[in-house]
């Protein structure tokens, strides 16, 4: 019963690390139906952004005051992973916007392998996982036999915070008007002044914004950090997204915390162990798209006029 | 009265077909204008040229003086210019008043509450269901929000594609109506129609376009009695 709660609450916390990333890929899905495959690897960048910002740019005097660290990293990370999505969206995509979709597709793969390696050749000592700064606070939360990291709870309060903010600034600005006109219909979006390219921008700017937030705080919760992270919870990401309904903001967040559920869960209890969460994972997948192909909150697939 | 609205010699092309040949045309200030022809002449994709959404393979498009055949789409409504298209191409899955403020978007002025109360006062209906979905709209609905959409703009001009397609007779007149209404209110209109009776009536002038090229034109009412005319369109011998 305890390993039960305590995976449950293992489970959350990964489910809001995945939501961060899953939106990422949503969003971006949403406005130029796009599945990007890098996506993972500017979650991946910006950890090893805000690592790099904790070991050249926080002073050593202040290194272990949290709330003098965490933000500076988080800015870091941050910038680190939005200039990375810039550039891949402007050098990688932008070029390839009325192509044939396979063409961005493996243009986002190759963008991926060229990350991870960029990383793994350039950063100092990337070649072997480096450890993280604990830039929180430490130790943990201990509810009767259930412990949680105080950093996996700020995992979970930044990521249900982002969640609930992105959505609000979706569903209320102008700017997030201009997103879903964009989603729904670009020809009409541009007849009523929507400049498609600072939709499509701003889109990967808030993807990217996320995921770097996600990258250091994964770092701050787990101590450690590789250049394959972003490959492995990128996918479960992605499957988070689908299974949501690509497009969907809320499916992305559900559908995160689903996966993390699955995945601690399997991990335990299931033969193999957590070498095959991935394969529970995607028997989850499948089942939901057999009866639902749109995800649980996708719209369905729709012909346009 | 100078032309608000030049078309001189535009083509088109999808691929290697050509739907539109040597279109010319011109819209006066203040004028209703309208662009009549059968299924698949070519008015559509006209007017999506003028908007920006097709380039043209030759000729100039010239808006208030200005040249605007090479200007992105999305720039093309900030100069006055606004197309409400074929199909009314509303945003479903967003609110009457979320697409009246998408209609308001390149609006920097204080004054888009106050027009949105026009359109609902225009168009009560509107006013009654702001906050439900578009998609879930009757086609007369949704053809009064498409319209009222585009006015949000304030446009010089106004191209409407079809307006009346699919409306039963009673909302074919009150879009026509409307379109006159605007028209006295100052708004100068470009008119696509297939129901070339209706378009011609309310019309200053009118183009006949047929396999893509303009093959008539004069005064709506001289086009109305032009026996080419009525027994081409409007379905006599
Ligand atoms: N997207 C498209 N691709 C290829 N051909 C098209 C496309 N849209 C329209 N056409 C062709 O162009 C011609 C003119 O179409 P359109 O402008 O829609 O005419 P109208 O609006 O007068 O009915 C037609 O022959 C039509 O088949
Ligand atoms: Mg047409």
Redesign the pocket.
Same mark, same amino acid.
């Given at each position: 019963m305890s390993t039960l709660l305590q995976q449950l609450a293992n489970g959350v916390v990964q489910g809001a690390l995945i939501a961060l990333i899953a939106l990422g890929y949503t969003m971006v899905y949403g406005i130029i139906q796009l599945i990007n495959f890098a996506h993972g690897e500017v979650f991946m960048v910006g950890a090893y952004g805000g690592l790099a910002t904790y070991t050249w740019i926080v002073p050593e005097s202040v290194k272990d005051v949290w709330y003098v660290s965490l933000p500076i990293v988080l800015v870091g990370g941050v910038a680190v992973s939005v200039a990375i999505a810039l550039l891949m969206e402007r050098f990688a995509y932008r070029p390839l916007r009325n192509a044939p979709r396979l063409a961005p597709l493996i243009t986002a793969l190759g963008v991926s392998v060229f990350l991870q390696e960029f990383v793994r050749n350039f950063y100092p000592n990337a070649t072997a996982a480096l450890p993280f700064p604990g830039v929180f606070v430490q130790g943990q939360l201990v509810i009767g036999p259930i412990r949680v990291g105080w950093s996996g709870i700020l995992l979970i309060g930044v990521s249900v915070l982002l969640s609930i903010a992105l959505q609000t600034y979706i569903n209320r600005s102008r700017m997030g008007r201009a997103m879903r006109a964009t989603a729904q219909d670009p020809d009409t979006a541009k007849l009523m002044g929507v400049n498609p390219d600072r939709v499509i921008v701003l889109t990967f700017v808030l993807g990217a914004a996320l995921a770097g937030v996600a990258g250091v705080l994964f770092g701050t919760y787990l101590n450690n950090i590789n250049t394959d992270m972003g490959f492995q919870t990128g996918i479960f990401a992605f499957t988070a997204a689908v299974l949501g309904g690509v497009g969907s903001i809320r499916g992305a967040v559900v559908g995160a915390f689903i996966i993390g559920l699955v995945k601690t869960l399997a991990g335990q209890y299931m033969p193999g162990g957590t070498q095959y969460d991935y394969v529970w994972i995607f028997v989850v997948l499948i089942l939901v798209l057999v009866f639902r192909p749109q995800g649980l909150f996708g719209e369905p697939e729709r012909v346009r006029a | 009265m100078s032309a608000l609205l030049e078309v001189r010699d535009l083509s088109v092309a999808? $691929?290697a077909?050509e739907?539109?040949r040597d279109i010319s045309f011109t819209v006066e200030a203040g004028h209703i204008v309208s662009l009549i022809?059968?299924? $698949?002449? $070519?008015?559509?994709?006209?007017l999506r040229t003028i908007s920006g959404l097709l380039r043209p393979t030759g000729g100039e498009i010239v808006f208030d003086g200005k040249p605007i055949h090479d200007q992105p789409a999305h720039t093309i409504l900030g100069s006055g210019l606004a197309h409400c298209p074929?199909g009314r191409r509303l945003f479903p899955r967003m609110t009457v008043e979320e697409n009246l403020q998408l209609g308001a978007y390149v609006r920097k002025d204080d004054g888009v509450e106050a027009d949105m109360q026009n359109v609902y006062e225009l168009f009560p209906v509107l006013g009654e269901r702001r906050h439900n979905k578009a998609g879930l709209f009757s086609g007369g609905e949704q053809q009064m929000l498409a319209i009222g959409r585009a006015m949000m703009s304030k446009p010089k001009l106004l191209m409407l594609?079809?307006p009346s397609m699919g409306l039963s007779p009673i909302m074919t007149q009150l879009i026509f109506d409307t379109i006159k209404e605007l028209q006295k209110q100052g708004t100068t209109i470009l008119l696509?129609e297939q129901n070339a009776l209706a378009a011609l009536a309310l019309s200053d002038h009118g183009y006949v376009?047929d396999l $893509?090229q303009t093959t008539l034109d004069g005064p709506g009412h001289e086009l109305l009695a032009d026996e080419r005319v009525r027994a081409a369109y409007l379905g006599e011998d």
């Open positions: - | 999808y $691929g077909i739907a539109v022809g059968s299924n $698949g002449a $070519g008015k559509t994709t006209t074929e594609d079809e696509v376009i $893509g």
